[in-house]
């Protein structure tokens, strides 16, 4: 069974400090990554990542991706209030329309 | 700027009700996807369609049902509510087979009394 896991569930952080978020999974024929950040509204699109090894950066915010590993890590530096939020991991595979969904990591940036 | 569009924020509804939750997308996606999303369990499919009347059932269909009559708009129907569907509900869509990133609108949040 297809299945993705991130950890850890919850985080509190002050502003400034940096923080990785991880997403762990298990897919048959793995065709991409995302990564979501879910205000109090509907989740926006981060990155997307299909090669392993390249990471995206947008801003302080950066991500890999390890294949061999079956994980992928996202990395917020000198973190800002406006990043509290909850962060979705998802995969794809290519044999079906799906996006398998982890459970999320629910961060807290204190000022 | 791709938007997807719910008819409701907010719904309360009896229980054994009929429910419908629309959804309305003006990229002109293919794909279109219902989840629910609880504390804990994260987004799980409902259902999701892949062209105009077609539709297939994601993990969790039972007591629900979809529509889709028009590329741009897909319906969720509760048949008949219950407690156990007091949920956030979004809707997402995509161009492609699973290649591109989900859009996702801003969510109903239903509650069944």
């Known amino acids: 069974e297809d299945k993705v896991v991130q950890s850890p569930l919850s985080l509190v952080v002050h502003e400034g400090d940096t923080v990785t978020l991880n997403c762990s999974y298990e897919?048959?024929?793995?065709?991409?990554l995302l990564w979501y950040k879910q205000e109090k509204k509907a989740p926006t699109f981060l990155f997307m990542l299909t090669s392993s090894g390249i990471e995206k950066k947008s801003g302080r915010l950066s991500s890999i991706l390890d294949k061999k590993e079956l994980f992928s890590i996202l990395n917020i530096t000198a973190t800002q209030t406006g990043d509290s939020a909850v962060y979705l991991c998802?995969?794809?595979?290519?044999?079906?329309?799906?996006?398998?969904f982890g459970t999320g990591t629910r961060l807290k940036v204190l000022a | 700027d791709v938007k997807v569009t719910q008819s409701s924020r907010y719904l309360v509804k009896r229980t054994g009700e009929k429910v419908f939750l629309e959804c309305v997308q003006d990229m002109d996606h293919e794909n279109m996807f219902w989840y629910r999303q609880d504390p804990g369990l994260g987004l799980r499919l409902i259902y999701f369609?892949?062209?105009?009347?077609?539709?297939e059932k994601g993990d969790i269909p039972e007591g629900y049902s979809v529509s889709r009559e028009k590329k741009e708009r897909f319906s969720l129907i509760l048949e008949s509510a219950s407690t156990n569907q007091t949920s956030m509900y979004l809707c997402?869509?995509?161009?492609?087979?699973?290649?591109?990133?989900?859009?996702f609108g801003p969510g109903t949040r239903l509650t069944v009394t």
């Open positions: 369609s892949y062209d105009v009347k077609m539709k």
């Open positions: 897919v048959t024929n793995f065709r991409s």
């Open positions: 998802a995969v794809t595979n290519s044999g079906t329309y799906k996006y398998i």
């Open positions: 997402a869509s995509t161009m492609g087979a699973a290649t591109y990133e989900q859009y």
